[in-house]
C-alpha cells in the first residue's frame, strides 16, 4: 500500500505559538489530502481537505484562520496551527486517497500536540 | 446526509469466539464502504473495502442494502484482533464519514 509521514510525530508548544505539521505521500502523487483530529479514544473528525495548487476546503465549524493548510506540491502538505492554546491539544492526523482511485484512504502515523 | 453508525463503543469476546462489529449507515447514493482498524500505538490502515468482496485476516463484511448494514465478522476471534475498528463511507471527492468506533478487546 501507499505510505504517508507525518513530521513531528510530537510536538509541544507554548501557548500562543504557532506549529507546523508536515503530511508527506512518499510513494505516490496526492493532489488531495485531509486533515483530520482525533480525541482522546474518540473517532476522527474531518478538519478539512486540502487541494494540491488551491485553497483548502474546511469542514464546517473549524477555523480556518487558526488552521491553516498549504498544499504547495503532489507530495506534501502542510497544517499550521496558529495562536496555539490548550483546547488545540490533540492528535492530528493526514491521509491521502490514491488519485483515480476508490475512497480508501492512506493515513499518516498522527502528530501529537500539547499546548501548554 | 452521510452518517454511519457503530452501536457499540465497546465489545469484548473470548478467544476463539465469534465476533461481529455493527456499522450502520445513511447514504442516499450508492454506498462504499470500508472497514479500517487502529492497532495499539499504530496508524489507522484499511481492513476490508465493500467492493473487493474480500476475507482479510478472517474477517468480513456483506453490505446489506436493504437493512443499510456493513457488519464485520469474523467466525474464531484472536487476541491479536483486539484494536480500535472503524467503519467509513465514501462520500464525494474521496471524502471518508467515519463512524465513532468500536474498541475490541479478545481476551485469553
Known amino acids: 500500500g501507499a505510505v504517508v509521514s507525518q513530521h513531528p510525530s510530537w510536538v509541544i508548544c507554548k501557548s500562543g505559538t504557532s506549529v507546523k505539521i508536515e503530511c508527506r505521500s512518499l510513494d505516490f502523487q496526492a493532489t488531495t489530502m485531509f486533515w483530520y483530529r482525533q480525541f482522546p479514544k474518540q473517532s476522527l473528525m474531518l478538519m478539512a481537505t486540502s487541494n494540491e495548487g488551491s485553497k483548502a476546503t474546511y469542514e464546517q465549524g473549524v477555523e480556518k484562520d487558526k488552521f491553516l493548510i498549504n498544499h504547495a506540491s503532489l507530495t506534501l502538505s502542510t497544517l499550521t496551527v496558529t495562536s496555539a492554546h490548550p483546547e488545540d491539544s490533540s492528535f492530528y492526523i493526514c491521509?491521502?486517497?490514491?488519485?483515480?482511485?476508490?475512497?480508501?484512504?492512506?493515513f499518516g502515523p498522527g502528530t501529537r500536540l500539547t499546548v501548554t | 446526509a452521510q452518517r454511519v453508525t457503530q452501536p457499540e463503543k465497546l465489545l469484548s469476546v473470548f478467544k476463539g469466539a465469534p465476533v461481529e462489529l455493527k456499522c450502520n449507515y445513511s447514504?442516499?447514493?450508492?454506498?462504499?464502504l470500508f472497514w479500517y482498524v487502529q492497532y495499539s500505538r499504530q496508524r489507522l490502515q484499511l481492513l476490508l473495502r465493500h467492493i473487493s468482496r474480500e476475507s482479510i485476516k478472517g474477517f468480513t463484511a456483506d453490505l446489506n442494502k436493504g437493512e443499510t448494514s456493513f457488519h464485520l465478522k469474523k467466525p474464531f476471534a484472536q487476541e491479536e484482533d483486539s484494536a480500535m475498528y472503524y467503519c467509513a463511507l465514501g462520500g464525494s471527492n474521496y471524502k471518508l464519514t467515519f463512524g465513532k468506533g468500536t474498541l475490541l478487546t479478545v481476551n485469553p
Open positions: 491521509s491521502g486517497p490514491l488519485a483515480g482511485g476508490p475512497s480508501e484512504q492512506y
Open positions: 447514504y442516499s447514493g450508492s454506498p462504499e
